[in-house]
């Protein structure tokens, strides 16, 4: 039996706000080893957007982190020192839409305010090495990331509002 090597899971999720205006966005991602090693990142952007291009963003943020990751880098490497290499990315989220684009084998498909994002996504899941799969999860699975996302939609919030 072959033996199995630990995968990251990548969970990601995005918040924008406030309702009447639509023009500030929260995300999160937090980045899982199967051994308990765990990185969180958040932040918030005033930009006009939707909620999808939040979550993407949340994404495409955890991705970047994961590339400069040195010690997970050393752990990805075919060439590293590592005993155990990492073989699998799984990326997870609760956005059907954001879901659904990764698992699109025709970005023809992508609407064009998303596409930058979804080749943005793709390249740097590609750049990883990896292998890769992706898979929605429900909203209490990715709690932890939901409510980073919007603890940082309420701060760009309340600096909005203290800069105003």
Not at 4 to 13: A, G, Q, V
Not at 21 to 34: F, K, N, V
Not at 89 to 112: A, E, F, R
């Amino acid at each position: 039996m072959p033996e199995s090597h630990p995968r990251i899971i990548l969970k990601f999720d995005g918040s924008n706000g406030p309702t009447n205006e639509w023009d500030r966005i929260g995300w999160a991602y937090l980045i899982e080893l199967e051994d308990g090693l765990a990185v969180r990142g958040f932040g918030h952007e005033v930009e006009k957007s939707s909620a999808t291009v939040a979550e993407f963003k949340g994404l495409l943020h955890g991705l970047k982190r994961l590339q400069s990751l040195k010690r997970l880098r050393t752990r990805l490497s075919a060439d590293g020192q590592a005993s155990d290499p990492v073989s699998t990315l799984l990326v997870q989220g609760d956005s059907v839409t954001v879901i659904n684009l990764l698992t699109q084998k025709d970005s023809s498909k992508v609407k064009k305010g998303l596409k930058p994002l979804y080749t943005a996504a793709l390249k740097l899941i590609r750049e990883s090495g990896l292998s890769w799969e992706v898979q929605k999860i429900s909203k209490p699975k990715n709690k932890e990331c939901h409510g980073l996302a919007s603890a940082e939609l309420e701060a760009c919030l309340r600096e909005s509002v203290s800069n105003s």
